[in-house]
């Protein structure tokens, strides 16, 4: 088994909160926007956020990512107040009827990420940007003691897709996440989480390489999440749609966890839970 020889992660202080990598965690996504790549994660009504909130908690998810800002390829840009304003909307919701949950919030706007720190108690950013998109996102992460989610992209979600040129594309996002690690530790930012960011400036091949080499990323001592729930290198080369890569997904996560991802971002939370389950017995039971 790859992850057999891997190191486990170190401790995640969110809120005060240890969370621990012995069994790895599944991240919930929840997207309160109209216009997701997935048509069947959209929820953007009060009746159809409680739904899916208790869809995601119910089928056992650890985290809930929640989102405003589609940063699927072509995505209408929207202001950082109608952001907020669908961010908000679900933060009351989560906040009202699981008001322990682990929240994580997906934005690369600071002012986005200072409000709900302040006003909803979040205790992740996931920046898909890595902090290149707001300059202050950094200081402002580092200011609210907040965990912080450094994730691989370049350009904007417009244009990333014109950016996959690599020589290496393992060896170049590994040295880019490092410079950025490096710089928040110099600015007290402790509680990190790395993500290589598949889809985002990639090509199909090149998400597969930086999949099959994924544990290269356990050298920089951080806990590893991998998103790679219905993205367009499941479904685009077996000419389905996203709503229907819920298998390909479920492969596609059991790699990673054998190569030492401690968390995966899912849309379907019942078959993460699964799949983490059953790859946890055999863990435990190889030699």
Known sequence: ?????????????????????ATPKVMGIMNVTPDSFVPGSRTFDADSIAKRLHEILDQGADIIDIGGYSSRPGADDISPDEEYSRLARGLEIIRREAPEA????????????????????????????GSD?????????????????????RGTPATMQ?????????AEVLEHIAR?????????????????????AK???????????????????????AALSRKSMIWRPLGIS??????GTIVLDTVALLHGADIIRVHDVKAARQTVRLL????ENSK
């Open 242 to 247: 996203p709503d229907e890569a819920g298998e």
């Open 133 to 153: 998109l707001d300059p202050e996102m950094a200081e402002t992460v580092a200011d609210l003691r907040v965990a912080y989610i450094l994730m691989h992209m």
């Open 280 to 283: 946890s017995l055999l863990r």
């Open 1 to 21: 088994m790859i992850i057999s020889n891997t190191p486990q992660a170190p401790f995640l202080n969110v809120g005060g909160q240890l969370i621990d990598f």
């Open 180 to 200: 950025r690690v490096d710089h928040l530790h110099s600015l007290g930012v402790n509680d990190i989480i790395i993500d290589p960011g598949f889809g985002f």
């Open 102 to 129: 682990i929240i994580s919030v997906d934005t690369f706007r600071a002012s986005v990420a200072r409000k709900c720190v302040e006003e909803w108690g979040v205790g992740i950013i996931n920046d898909i940007s």
């Open 203 to 225: 090509t199909i091949d090149q998400n597969y390489r930086l999949l099959d080499e994924l544990a290269i990323f356990r050298t920089l001592g951080l806990p590893l999440l």
């Open 162 to 170: 014109s950016l996959t040129d690599y020589s290496d594309v393992t």
